[in-house]
């Protein structure tokens, strides 16, 4: 079994193994409704709770089933952990439930959930699953937030709009309009503006991570001749 530090399962969920900008899993449904800040969140919020859900229950029965089994018991843990997501989004967010459509139940075969059950949860305590859950989740909840944000300011010129979907009629004040009113920049909210976007945060992330390996190796010691 694998051992890692809580340092090292949050590094990798928030930044060295992200599931959006490095995994490049759940790319669907990350493109495709990231249009405004609300439902990137809307979708994130469901994403994060069915991946801390089944890797908790997948640590619980990591010794229970059997390898024949094991694949089969997973995807029925990530299915009835999508169903409740549905029915709880429906009963306090059914507007936005409505708007992100066929993509909630979709999460099913969201590969990022399927593939940190199957390499991480069953072969580690509950609480390393369900942090690794957590912060896997986390991970792909800033960057549809970014994309999300960054696509609904170019495209609308508005910021937090419509967020009352997900907070109620208190947040139908949040919105902001950097740009004024009347301001549009279409493909920003279409789905090239959505590769566009990913494209730059991506590169944003691999030029960061180049600085560090390079402030990393000239902090290096000189070899001693």
Known sequence: MSTQSYR?????????????LVQLLGLCPLLAVTASVVNALGLAAATLFVLVTSNLCVSLIRNVVTESIRLPAFVLIIAAAVTGTELLM???????Y???G????????NCAILGRAEAFASKQSVGMAGLDGFMMGL????????????RELLGQGTLLADMQLLFGASAASWTLHPFGEGYSFLIAILPPGAFLVMGFLMAIKNAIDWQIKLRAEADKPAPVK
């Open 8 to 20: 090292q399962i949050t590094h990798n969920g928030l930044w060295k193994n992200n599931p959006a």
């Open 90 to 96: 429906q009963a306090y967010a059914y507007e936005l």
């Open 98 to 100: 409505q708007i992100l």
């Open 102 to 109: 066929i993509f909630i139940p979709l999460i099913v075969t």
């Open 139 to 150: 991970g792909f909840l800033m960057v549809l937030v970014c994309l999300g944000a960054v």
